[in-house]
């Protein structure tokens, strides 16, 4: 994890609206104070810290089946936790959403996990905790991954721990980690039951058992070993017949697989592969086996409450495990219909989650008391419900977990009360804690995630006029989130070799679990899904399923019959495309998952084009965008083995072939979507619109885990020889089948990535001339801003920017009018300033407006001293000045200047800065003030610095200001070392600022004011005043010379500005 | 030259060239292979090989048509192209093969027992670093990144490894060491000098005074610089001594490298140089400043300060030079304090704020008694003063022991 965690650095860092340091910290701090639950987490936090114990321990007796948890965990995770780490940035809904949409089988049994973990917290129902665990999980992958394996095997000793663990972990890791999710977690934590809850989770801690299940190298690498023999041979073989790359990833993953002990990252990868293979199947069965198993465990750690939830959640689980495919799929629904009732709430939820800092929730808290109580009944409500319809997306897009998840939301929707969406708030601001963690898998995907949390966010603030647009994107968002980073990362897990996930689990489980399926069952019945490409043929399929099933089980073959060795049943015919997809794709893509995130995101963006949007529509499209980002991924992971960039190179081929073919066929409905999403969706906004949301969620996440599938199944390959074919016949199937009528909205993400991978493409042409990555034109592909809206909130991309969520120039010069003309706080305009750069970044402008909004931007934060704004702006200016662009280049060299002064002191700086200062650049007035400053400074004369500080001109003072605590300490230092015997306090007061000495002589009550100041100044720092003969205040040099010292400010703040902390910055921004 | 040569000739030349290399390597000549390996030297004998080379193209198969070539085929066929691409002024080619030669060649190197090779490989060293910086103003020129300074480095880190062992090759490593100190002061990526100081100073196989006495000196040199930039003046003090007492006498324009240095370092620990020092090394930059620290004139500092800013921002001893103002105005008050005990002597050590702030005046510096007492406290807080300020009656009292306590090498309390 830490690993991931330094990978994703760089990223982060690079990102230009680089997380608040003191974001992260407001949210840690709100955790801990407001959320008892977050109090809790925090303890399991340092449990959390003990990553190295949760390798140490490994349950490796259990590998096989671990290992094919853990690879479908992982995978699961490795998707998610791109999306966790852009998430970080603040958008825990986006993630959560991610997490949905990614859900596919594994996912949901991911959820099913954190479920137990949510239960665990605040009695959750364990659907809907399991949701917003599932997203936490995906981040902990490898852990959680371990931690299923030690469930299933070893389900009775290890989960009580295990489960409190996770739970305590996941919780801690967002804590720790992002203080966003933080902030999320307040709003939902205080109103939230769950404190009690947590507390249990608190008493859980068993941080030890913890680390052993979790991250233990030995399970990874037994797993690794196990599934990734039998995970390579199997992708080998596959791969070998079309795909000679896939096979070379598949090695790669292999390698990394081994490597694991040695790489966690890398197993994460690796993991993924394994992963991708298993059928969502398995994993509906595994997680309600988990779930059960954690409901016991639950029950014995847990409070009361938890208790009775974790029986109900184990009833769920049951139920859903004994029933084949449809049940597999409804359980998971469970989880998901939580999920989509929540996501009804989730908008106002989620808001608060994203703005963290900003207003997380109330509405959280409010939902989450009702969740509490009513989650197992809306569970099991849903449930029923889900069953049919639920039953369905999820296998149709069994490879794609999100898909389903995205389903279930939509289903749920309508049912589901918003109390589990509380719940279901609660549980993903979690998994955005989790997230963070996990960072270092997900960088591609995160960017789209982000780009999702914005529209989340927007949607779910209804301060904030959400664009029409917005809104739509909210879905879009979602699919995008998924479709982008996540859901290579999730197909991989979904899609994993079903296969030798269900064999290796069906033993443990069927052994350890009476009632529930054979894991090689599920492996069967996920094979079968995963040849599904949509909806419909996942409907027939799971008919087939079911016939087959309880064929099986009236028999008594059920559990007797080798379901390895079983050969699928015919697809049945429900769409030519749908046919197509099938898993194997998801190897492909969680290899590549891991790489280049970094540069997915901060390439260019795609221009909107006519063509382009279309593509956007297209499910295709999706997946090449995921394939994409799924090689760049894999180029991460790749580093350090030599075969990687083959890999990669013929994986983008390949990606790009499969998306040339599907977006020709695709783009015409595409097209249609966009239109009426256009329009529709801006009506969409509000929570309540879920349903529509979450039907084009559903379409989307079809689409891809359609998309996914085709990647690298064997079958496929064939498929996508002809496919183009295919596709020029099917254009109105396809359409009719992959958009829904209210799928219609598209993610504009996706029809960017597709239009950049139809770029590559049409660079790389069919002839399979392989194309890296950097050979495609970015420049052509910059995002051109459609968004109207004046006012947007900042949200760090984790993903290609919608343009649909981009602001043109025109707009975006009202509204830095706005901002500037705004009578509101700092932190909105902060906000909104950073939301205008991150438009102007993603749309390539550089020109005086970009030097207006950057100096803007720079002013407002050098008043509060928000220093870590000021050194962004400052960067950012120099180079923009560097080019040429005209702007107030005088004041700010010197407020450079200035800051490098009082700030760093380093010579070697100071002294850079003094040599690029030009001539006509001495002369300004500003600069002159700065060099004098930097004189005084320097020679430590506070006469001339607090002159200067009276003179100083533009915002000079407001730097100063930062340095005059320091230059007073040592001024009256150096005075009680050389005056003797005292020094009338007047005196000091007037050299050393403290008022104006000017207003002295025209008024006496500000002159006593400032004496008074000082007074009290000298006093806090130990001095010690004595008054003489005529009652004047003297400053007793002698005496004052030990006793002096530098008080802590009693407003310290990590971040350095108090009036940026977290609390403050809640309310404020509610205001 | 080329025009006139013959293909048999460019022939002949190549074999020559490869029968010496061979040659040399299997006597364990490294005075002679030195001479072979040297690029930028630019003799005859390789400008007319460069030639052959370029004329006949194709000289790779006259290395694999022996295996006594052959066997050196991964040091000589790069080495030849980079002195193909040298000829003809592509320095980024010629750095790239010339960067592929030294690799096989440190391989080698790493393989020979003996120290025989040092020379070769000074010079081996010596032509990475000289054809980086000569590659990176070519790139810079073409408006690309030039970026092969920054891979002579890590590659000098290479062979500083191969050379930071035991056994007779050590001694090498603090050429290495200096080369890369210059490389890292070029890219002003002077922290990455940390490491490779810690190395020397640190590692225990490494005696200082085992190596060569070259070396010493410009490994003090950086070294001191980087004290210059710390403002750790006793420390620059010692090493940039070093440095110059150990240097050659001859090679003045090291010295002058040196004493550019060490006459801040010297100035701000309170030892001035004599004129004439100044004048034979041709640092008139610092006359003034001297000048003005024996004066006590305010006004001549700053002035010398800001007619050669540019020259003392780049050096990186402006901000020293700087600090020298305290020590003006200490010698500002002493000569007050000398006037005023030639008139009374009883009174001397009370020295009024308002005869300071006359004689900053007639420096024609107009600073006001706020700012003046401000100074004094300074003066006396950094004990260049001895004494207290009496802020009612505005009176510096001075000590009447030692009222101005000399420097004598140590630097000014902070």
């Not at chain 1, 049943?569 to 590549?592: A, V, Y």
Request: net charge neutral.
């Amino acid at each position: 994890m830490q690993i991931h965690y330094i990978k994703y650095l760089p990223y982060i860092r690079k990102e230009e609206d680089a997380s608040d340091a003191m974001m992260n910290q407001g949210v840690t701090d709100t955790i801990t104070t407001l959320d008892p639950n977050s109090l809790e987490h925090h303890a399991v936090d340092s449990s959390h810290g003990q990553p190295p114990s949760y390798y140490a321990p490994s349950t490796a007796p259990e590998s096989a089946s671990w290992t094919m948890y853990g690879a479908v965990n992982e995978s699961t995770g490795n998707k998610t936790y791109p999306t966790a780490n852009f998430s970080h940035d603040q958008r825990p809904d986006p993630q959560s959403r991610n997490n949905q949409d990614g859900l596919t089988m594994a996912s949901v049994s991911t959820g099913s996990t954190s479920g137990a973990a949510n239960l665990e917290y605040a009695n959750y129902a364990t659907t809907t905790a399991t949701y917003p665990n599932n997203d936490p999980y995906g981040y902990g992958n490898t852990a959680y991954a371990g931690y299923y394996g030690n469930y299933q095997q070893q389900p009775n000793q290890s989960y009580p721990q295990q489960q409190p663990n996770q739970s305590s972990q996941t919780y801690v890791q967002p804590s720790q980690t992002y203080g966003q999710p933080a902030g999320a977690y307040q709003s939902t934590g205080a109103p939230h039951q769950p404190i009690s809850t947590f507390q249990n989770t608190g008493s859980y801690p068993g941080p030890a058992s913890y680390s052993t299940t979790y991250y233990n190298p030995g399970d990874y690498q037994t797993s690794g070993g196990y599934q990734s023999g039998n995970y390579n041979t199997q992708t080998n073989s596959w791969n070998q017949g079309s795909y000679p790359s896939y096979g070379h990833q598949h090695q790669h993953q292999h390698q990394h697989q081994h490597q694991y002990p040695n790489y966690t990252t890398d197993s994460n990868a690796a993991y993924a592969a394994q992963n991708t293979p298993a059928p969502p199947l398995q994993y509906q069965q595994d997680y309600s086996k988990q779930w059960t198993d954690y409901y016991s465990q639950t029950e014995v750690t847990c409070a009361p409450g938890t208790e009775n939830v974790s029986s109900t959640s184990a009833p769920n689980l049951v139920s859903p495990v004994p029933v084949p495919a449809p049940v597999v799929a409804n359980a998971y629904s469970a989880p998901n219909s939580q999920q989509v009732a929540s996501t009804p709430s989730i908008p106002s939820s989620w808001k608060p989650e994203p703005g963290l800092s900003e207003l997380p929730s109330v509405q959280h808290s409010a939902p989450i008391n009702n969740v509490h109580e009513g989650y197992w009944n809306q569970g099991n409500q849903g449930y029923q419900n889900y069953h049919v319809t639920p039953m369905q997306p999820g296998f149709q897009k069994p490879m794609d977990l999100n898909p389903v998840s995205g389903s279930f939301q939509n289903q749920q929707r309508p049912e589901g009360p918003q109390g589990p969406n509380v719940q279901y708030t609660a549980s993903h601001q979690v998994a955005q804690n989790y997230l963070p963690p996990p960072p270092p898998p997900p960088p591609l995907m995160a960017p789209q995630t982000a780009v999702p949390f914005d529209s989340n966010r927007v949607i779910n603030k209804v301060q904030i006029p959400t664009n029409p647009r917005i809104s739509s994107n909210i879905p879009k968002n979602n699919n995008a989130s998924t479709v982008g980073p996540t859901k290579p990362a999730y197909i991989s897990v979904s899609l994993p070799n079903p296969n030798d996930n269900t064999s290796s689990h069906a033993p443990a489980d069927s052994a350890d679990k009476p009632g529930m399926l054979p894991k090689s069952l599920r492996g069967y019945v996920e094979r079968a899904l995963a040849r599904c490409k949509d909806e419909r043929q996942m409907a027939a399929c799971q008919n087939v399923l079911k016939e087959v099933i309880t064929k099986a089980s009236s028999d008594g073959t059920l559990s007797t019959r080798d379901w390895d060795t079983e050969p699928l049943f015919p697809l049945p015919n429900t769409d030519t495309i749908n046919n197509d997809s099938t898993p194997p794709s998801s190897l492909m893509k969680t290899r590549r998952s891991p790489s280049r995130r970094a540069k997915s995101r901060w390439e260019p963006l795609p221009e909107d084009k006519p063509v382009e949007k279309q593509s956007f529509f297209t499910p295709e499209s999706v997946k090449s965008t995921g394939s994409i980002h799924s090689i760049e991924r894999d180029k991460q992971f790749s580093t350090g083995k030599p075969d990687n960039k083959e890999n990669k190179f013929n994986n983008l081929k390949f990606f790009l072939s499969n998306q040339k073919e599907t977006n020709k066929s695709i783009f015409r409905p595409a097209k249609r979507q966009h239109i009426g999403d256009g329009k529709n969706t801006p009506n969409n906004n509000n929570n309540n619109d879920s349903s529509s949301d979450s039907d084009k969620e559903q379409s989307l996440t079809a689409y891809y885990a359609g998309a996914i599938t085709l990647a690298d199944s064997p079958e496929e390959k064939k498929r996508r020889e002809n496919r183009s074919k295919r596709f020029e016949k099917n254009h109105g199937n396809r359409t009719t089948t992959y958009n829904k009528p209210k799928n219609i909205s598209p993610g504009n993400l996706y029809t960017r990535r597709a239009s950049v991978s139809l770029l590559a493409n049409s660079n790389s042409n069919d002839d399979g001339a392989s194309r890296a990555v950097e050979d495609i034109d970015w420049d052509s592909l910059t995002v051109k801003g459609t968004c109207q809206e004046i006012e947007k909130r900042y949200l760090r991309l984790t993903s290609a920017p919608d343009p649909a969520t981009v602001r043109p120039e025109e707009v975006l010069e009202k509204a830095l009018v706005m901002v500037q003309d705004s009578q509101k706080n700092y932190l909105y305009k902060c906000d909104q300033l950073k939301s205008i750069r991150q438009d102007l970044t993603v749309q390539r402008i550089r020109n005086e407006l970009t030097v207006k909004v950057y100096e803007t931007h720079a002013r407002l934060a050098i008043e509060v001293g928000d220093m870590s704004e000021i050194n962004q702006c400052q960067s950012q200016l120099r180079t923009l000045y560097a080019e040429g662009i005209k702007g107030c280049h005088m004041e700010f060299s010197a407020y450079n200047l200035l800051s490098v002064v009082l700030h760093s002191n380093n010579s070697r700086d100071l002294l850079s800065a003094m040599s690029r200062l030009s001539i006509e650049a001495r002369k300004d007035e500003a600069v002159k003030h700065a060099l004098a400053v930097r004189a005084a400074v320097t020679a430590g004369n506070y006469v001339s610095f607090f002159r200067l500080y009276k003179i100083a001109p533009n915002l000079n003072t407001c730097l100063m200001d930062l340095y005059v605590e320091k230059m007073r300490y040592a001024a009256v230092k150096c005075m009680t070392r050389s005056y003797r015997p005292t020094l009338p306090v007047a005196y000091v007061a007037q050299v050393l600022g403290f008022q104006s000495t000017e207003i002295l002589n025209e008024n006496d009550n500000n002159n006593t004011n400032g004496l008074d100041e000082c007074t009290d100044w000298l006093k806090a720092h130990g001095a010690s005043i004595v008054m003489d003969n005529s009652g004047e205040m003297m400053l007793d040099a002698k005496a004052s010379m030990a006793s002096l010292f530098m008080p802590e400010p009693d407003d310290a703040v990590s971040h350095g500005d108090a009036s940026l902390a977290v609390n403050d910055f809640l309310t404020r921004s509610l205001s | 030259m080329a025009s006139y040569m013959s293909m048999g000739e460019a022939h002949r030349r190549i074999t020559e060239y490869l029968n010496r290399f061979t040659d040399v390597v299997s006597y364990q000549d490294g005075t002679s292979l030195k001479q072979l390996l040297s690029l930028s030297s630019e003799s005859p004998s390789f400008l007319a090989l460069a030639d052959a080379l370029n004329l006949f193209q194709d000289a790779n198969r006259v290395i694999r048509q022996a295996d006594k070539y052959s066997q050196y085929a991964e040091i000589v066929a790069p080495l030849f192209r980079a002195m193909q691409s040298y000829r003809v002024g592509h320095f980024a080619e010629s750095y790239q093969a010339f960067e592929k030669s030294a690799n096989a060649f440190i391989q080698e190197f790493r393989n020979w027992e003996s120290a025989w090779a040092l020379e070769a490989l000074y010079v081996v060293v010596y032509e990475i670093r000289v054809l980086a910086e000569r590659a990176d103003r070519e790139l810079a020129s073409n408006g690309k990144t030039p970026e092969k300074l920054k891979a002579a480095g890590s590659f000098l880190m290479k062979v500083f490894g191969v050379l930071a062992g035991k056994g007779p090759k050590r001694v090498g490593a603090l050429y290495v060491t200096c080369q890369l100190f210059k490389v890292y002061f070029k890219l002003g990526t002077v922290h990455l000098c940390r490491s490779v100081i810690r190395s020397i100073e640190t590692a225990r196989i490494f005696d200082f005074e085992e190596f060569p006495v070259r070396d010493k000196v410009t490994y003090m040199y950086y070294t001191g610089r980087l004290e210059v930039l710390n403002e750790n003046f006793p420390a620059a003090d010692h090493k940039l001594s070093y440095a110059l007492s150990h240097c050659d006498p001859q090679s003045e324009a090291n010295i002058r490298m040196i004493l550019k240095y060490l006459i801040p370092v010297k100035l701000s620990i309170g030892i001035l140089p004599k004129r004439t020092l100044l004048e034979k090394y041709n640092l008139i930059e610092y006359v003034d400043i001297v000048l003005a620290m024996k004066r006590g004139d305010l006004r001549l500092l700053r002035h010398a300060l800001e007619e050669h800013e540019d020259r003392f921002l780049r050096s990186g001893v402006y901000l020293v030079l700087e600090k020298l103002e305290l020590q003006v105005y200490q010698r500002l008050v002493k000569k007050i304090y000398i006037i005023q005990k030639q008139k009374d002597p009883s009174r001397a050590h009370q020295i009024k704020l308002e005869v300071i702030v006359k004689a900053l005046k007639w420096l024609e510096m107009e600073m006001d008694l706020d700012e003046v007492e401000c100074i004094m406290s300074i003066l006396i807080y950094k004990n260049l003063v001895k004494g207290y300020f009496a802020h009612k009656s505005k009176v510096a009292v001075l000590s009447k022991q030692d009222p101005f306590p000399k420097l004598n090498g140590k630097p000014i309390n902070s």
